[in-house]
């Protein structure tokens, strides 16, 4: 499916138009800290969530999902404008298991076989310790 490059400029802009109250959904919501919930304070038309509904909950609960409604409006390749959820995958997990992991090593196997011993402090009290018994 080819798209034009006006076509992508239109869905661009729509596309922030939703982030816009995507941002604001989230920001402006109630936490009832009771019941462990946010609540949609307003009504929010274009990502069809109402007053009063739940948008987020610990239990028994399918949080709304930003790249499904993209897919409602009709967005073509979502992917252009949502990154991958981490734990799915994406440069951010590939970055963090495999590049991130092996420089940490690198590092610490580098300090651990260092040239320059330490060498131990002289002790105090000539290695009594603090107690004069």
Same mark, same amino acid.
């Given at each position: 499916m080819e798209c034009s490059?006006?076509?992508i400029d239109v869905q661009a802009a729509k596309v922030e138009e939703l982030k816009v109250e995507w941002k604001r959904l989230w920001r402006e919501r109630f936490d009832d800290?009771? %019941?462990a919930e946010g609540i949609a304070n307003q009504d929010y038309g274009s990502l069809s969530v109402d007053k009063g509904t739940v948008i987020f909950a610990t239990r028994?609960?399918?949080l709304l999902n930003f790249r499904e409604?993209?897919?409602e409006h009709g967005i073509d390749e979502t992917f252009r404008f949502v990154q991958p959820n981490p734990n799915v995958g994406g440069? %951010?997990?590939?970055i963090s298991s495999t590049v991130g992991v092996r420089n940490k090593r690198? %590092?610490?196997?580098?300090? %651990?076989?260092d040239d320059d011993v330490k060498k131990p402090q002289q002790l105090k009290k000539g290695g009594r310790g603090w107690l004069h018994v």
């Open positions: 490059d006006q076509n800290r009771v %019941r028994n609960f399918k409604i993209l897919e440069w %951010r997990k590939f690198a %590092r610490r196997a580098a300090c %651990r076989f």
